[in-house]
């Protein structure tokens, strides 16, 4: 049994995939009770392996990035200028991962004490490869900072230092709302895993460490619930939800996948689905016409405002308490309906879709008249509204592994840890016997986690490697491999 939740702005979605396939939609006004007693309902006593998916980093960032304040300090190295990022003190870390000038500790306390911010990221050049220089400051910065407000940038698997710097500070401003929603989800199960931007599952802990991994994990999410329901494997996705509509394509029912996302105005290292979303929903405001705005539920779900929702109730629909939005109707709900229509048609033939597969809530009583004014084909899958919960419970484990060896110092590093490696491939190992090692290690973290995965799903993201030679003689190997379980439907759904 599987179960995925999608934590929207408005509502939390619920799927459970067994024998069939069993969905439901709670208002988040309701709060995590509500939510894990459906859940209770649904499962009855079976442990489960709870994924989540959401949305609520990503609203923190359109909404709030510019108001969480972070205090940036920096170990780059002499000779290195990136004072435009943050503060620049001593301490530095060589291509080798050797400490070749340690931190001075008073002048972090200084640094930390003069410029208390609401966040802290602490970044060291080469700390993936050894992040001892991070770890010192974080043990100094935890006299100032709670440890939900501290992001160390070797958690992140990517060499680029000023990209790594820039994901860093996301983290920072995102870490204290994903350590409160961990806290809330595990007062009620113990294994709990998210979704990733890129529509791959990843364990808490790296969620809490890295949570920028999870932008755009909604829209990710719905694009592989819609593949999983339809068996389209071209098509657009068009997800109406309660404050926005997202729109993400599927090519051989994968959603396209960008790099180094712009997040928050920072160019970082997150890999995620590329995917386009306009400010109208099921919760908009509907005044003369709908508006770019959500006050509160629509009046149908016990809300006061009057929403799009609300209209649709008014031109016949029953969409939860309808008549309650008929008593407060209004004479613009046809024009706000129909401009709804107009605004999202408009959307899809700027994105030259040809088919589009309707999810959310609403898609039952609006894509047939979107597909019309647009001229397309479309599809509204059973379990439609709640496709996003679908998509995070048949998707599969997804990490990504740094790997660095050292052969001529016997060395391994893993995301930052060293560890000793094996005798075998001391000295001038093939590159192929590197690559390997770092996929064998990739495994073996998976089924750590519960989780058994074949190499044929592994690909190798990037590899590099050179030989040392000292006084004219070769002394050793140096390589770095980075690898990934690819994101995509579990085997037994596809």
């Given at each position: 049994?599987?179960?995925?939740?999608?934590?929207?702005?408005?509502?939390?979605?619920?799927?459970?995939?067994?024998?069939?396939?069993?969905?439901?939609?709670?208002?988040?006004?309701?709060?995590?009770?509500?939510?894990?007693?459906?859940?209770?309902?649904?499962?009855?006593?079976?442990?489960?392996?709870?994924?989540?998916?959401?949305?609520?980093?990503?609203?923190?960032?359109?909404?709030?990035?510019?108001?969480?304040?972070?205090?940036?300090?920096?170990?780059?190295?002499?000779?290195?200028?990136?004072?435009?990022?943050?503060?620049?003190?001593?301490?530095?870390?060589?291509?080798?991962?050797?400490?070749?000038?340690?931190?001075?500790e008073r002048e972090v306390e200084e640094v930390l004490r003069e410029n208390k911010a609401d966040c802290l990221a602490i970044a060291c050049k080469f700390s993936i490869r050894n992040p001892e220089l991070e770890?010192?400051?974080?043990?100094?910065?935890?006299?100032?900072?709670?440890?939900?407000?501290?992001?160390?940038?070797?958690?992140?698997?990517?060499?680029?230092?000023?990209?790594?710097?820039?994901?860093?500070?996301?983290?920072?401003?995102?870490?204290?709302?994903?350590?409160?929603?961990?806290?809330?989800?595990?007062?009620?199960?113990?294994?709990?895993?998210?979704?990733?931007?890129?529509?791959?599952?990843?364990?808490?802990?790296?969620?809490?460490?890295?949570?920028?991994?999870?932008?755009?994990?909604?829209?990710?999410?719905?694009?592989?619930?819609?593949?999983?329901?339809?068996?389209?494997?071209?098509?657009?996705?068009?997800?109406?939800?309660?404050?926005?509509?997202?729109?993400?394509?599927?090519?051989?029912?994968?959603?396209?996948?960008?790099?180094?996302?712009?997040?928050?105005?920072?160019?970082?290292?997150?890999?995620?689905?590329?995917s386009h979303s306009i400010p109208f929903g099921g919760d908009s405001l509907v005044e003369e016409t709908i508006k770019p705005v959500r006050i509160s539920q629509p009046i149908a779900f016990g809300g006061n405002?009057?929403?799009?929702?609300?209209?649709?109730?008014?031109?016949?629909?029953?969409?939860?308490?309808?008549?309650?939005?008929?008593?407060?109707?209004?004479?613009?709900?046809?024009?706000?309906?129909?401009?709804?229509?107009?605004?999202?048609?408009?959307?899809?033939?700027?994105?030259?879709?040809?088919?589009?597969?309707?999810?959310?809530?609403?898609?039952?009583?609006?894509?047939?008249?979107?597909?019309?004014?647009?001229?397309?084909?479309?599809?509204?899958?059973?379990?439609?509204?709640?496709?996003?919960?679908?998509?995070?419970?048949?998707?599969?484990?997804?990490?990504?592994?740094?790997?660095?060896?050292?052969?001529?110092?016997?060395?391994?590093?893993?995301?930052?840890?060293?560890?000793?490696?094996?005798?075998?491939?001391?000295?001038?190992?093939?590159?192929?016997?590197?690559?390997?090692?770092?996929?064998?290690?990739?495994?073996?973290?998976?089924?750590?986690?519960?989780?058994?995965?074949?190499?044929?799903?592994?690909?190798?993201?990037?590899?590099?490697?050179?030989?040392?030679?000292?006084?004219?003689?070769?002394?050793?190997?140096?390589?770095?491999?980075?690898?990934?379980?690819?994101?995509?439907?579990?085997?037994?759904?596809?």
């Amino acid at each position: 049994m599987r179960v995925g939740i999608d934590i929207g702005g408005t509502n939390t979605d619920i799927a459970v995939i067994g024998e069939e396939i069993k969905t439901a939609k709670i208002p988040n006004y309701l709060g995590f009770d509500a939510v894990f007693r459906k859940l209770s309902e649904l499962v009855g006593e079976k442990k489960i392996k709870l994924v989540i998916s959401t949305s609520v980093p990503l609203n923190l960032i359109v909404s709030k990035f510019d108001e969480i304040k972070a205090q940036v300090i920096l170990f780059p190295g002499s000779g290195l200028n990136y004072e435009s990022y943050g503060k620049q003190l001593k301490g530095a870390v060589n291509h080798r991962g050797d400490v070749v000038e340690d931190l001075d500790e008073r002048e972090v306390e200084e640094v930390l004490r003069e410029n208390k911010a609401d966040c802290l990221a602490i970044a060291c050049k080469f700390s993936i490869r050894n992040p001892e220089l991070e770890l010192k400051a974080y043990e100094i910065a935890k006299k100032y900072y709670s440890e939900d407000e501290i992001a160390l940038s070797h958690h992140i698997p990517v060499l680029n230092y000023p990209l790594r710097i820039n994901t860093t500070i996301i983290n920072a401003k995102l870490m204290k709302k994903v350590h409160e929603m961990v806290k809330s989800v595990k007062a009620y199960y113990n294994e709990v895993y998210f979704y990733k931007g890129d529509g791959g599952i990843i364990p808490y802990q790296i969620a809490l460490n890295n949570p920028s991994e999870l932008y755009n994990s909604s829209p990710a999410a719905v694009a592989f619930g819609a593949y999983f329901l339809t068996g389209e494997k071209y098509a657009l996705v068009v997800d109406i939800g309660g404050t926005t509509t997202d729109f993400v394509f599927l090519g051989d029912g994968k959603p396209k996948i960008i790099e180094r996302a712009v997040i928050g105005g920072l160019k970082s290292c997150v890999r995620c689905v590329e995917s386009h979303s306009i400010p109208f929903g099921g919760d908009s405001l509907v005044e003369e016409t709908i508006k770019p705005v959500r006050i509160s539920q629509p009046i149908a779900f016990g809300g006061n405002s009057f929403t799009l929702t609300d209209a649709l109730n008014c031109l016949g629909y029953e969409i939860g308490d309808y008549k309650k939005s008929r008593e407060a109707k209004r004479d613009d709900c046809e024009r706000a309906v129909e401009d709804f229509i107009n605004i999202v048609a408009e959307k899809i033939k700027e994105l030259k879709a040809e088919k589009i597969i309707g999810t959310g809530f609403l898609a039952p009583f609006l894509i047939k008249d979107i597909a019309k004014k647009a001229g397309v084909k479309y599809i509204v899958p059973e379990h439609c509204e709640s496709a996003n919960a679908v998509g995070v419970a048949v998707s599969r484990l997804s990490y990504t592994l740094y790997a660095r060896f050292d052969t001529e110092n016997k060395i391994a590093v893993y995301d930052g840890e060293a560890t000793f490696i094996k005798d075998r491939i001391y000295g001038f190992p093939e590159d192929e016997e590197l690559i390997q090692l770092a996929v064998d290690k990739l495994i073996s973290i998976a089924k750590d986690f519960g989780e058994e995965v074949e190499e044929k799903d592994v690909r190798v993201l990037y590899f590099n490697s050179y030989v040392v030679v000292k006084g004219g003689i070769r002394r050793g190997k140096i390589a770095d491999v980075i690898v990934q379980i690819e994101p995509g439907i579990r085997e037994e759904f596809s």
